[in-house]
């Protein structure tokens, strides 16, 4: 059973940070691009960042560039989204998701996702 788990979300101020985990399982993500992508309500899904499971080829949303940074620790198959300054703007359910091979920013093209973690940023 391969599964995504995410952990961390919760309620913050403006300003403020959180830092979201996917516990990953089920089998080895060698050679997989990792993602964080986000839904806000009333809006479709999108794209947040990625990296390569070797810890690689990191790319960013332009809205989050400079205030989140995105890292995976490979011994514990686990993916982080460390999120600082945070904005009302950045309130949505955050979603973990792989996929094998390169970089896309198009969230259909994942196979694997997580169940999702709310994130309330308050003004």
């Known amino acids: 059973q391969v599964q995504l788990v995410e952990s961390g979300g919760g309620l913050v101020q403006s300003g403020g940070s959180l830092r979201l985990s996917c516990a990953a399982s089920g089998r080895t993500f060698t050679g997989y691009t990792m993602a964080w992508f986000r839904q806000a309500p009333g809006q479709e899904r999108a794209f947040v960042g990625s990296?390569?499971?070797?810890?690689?080829?990191?790319v960013y949303a332009d809205s989050v560039k400079g205030r989140f940074t995105i890292s995976r620790d490979a011994a514990k198959n686990t993916l982080y989204l460390q999120m600082n300054n945070l904005k009302p703007e950045d309130t949505a359910v955050y979603y973990c998701?792989?996929?094998?091979?390169?970089?896309?920013?198009?969230?259909?093209?994942?196979?694997?996702w997580g169940q999702g973690t709310q994130v309330t940023v308050s003004s």
């Open positions: 998701a792989a996929r094998p091979g390169y970089y896309s920013g198009i969230s259909s093209l994942y196979n694997y």
């Open positions: 990296i390569l499971s070797s810890g690689g080829s990191i």
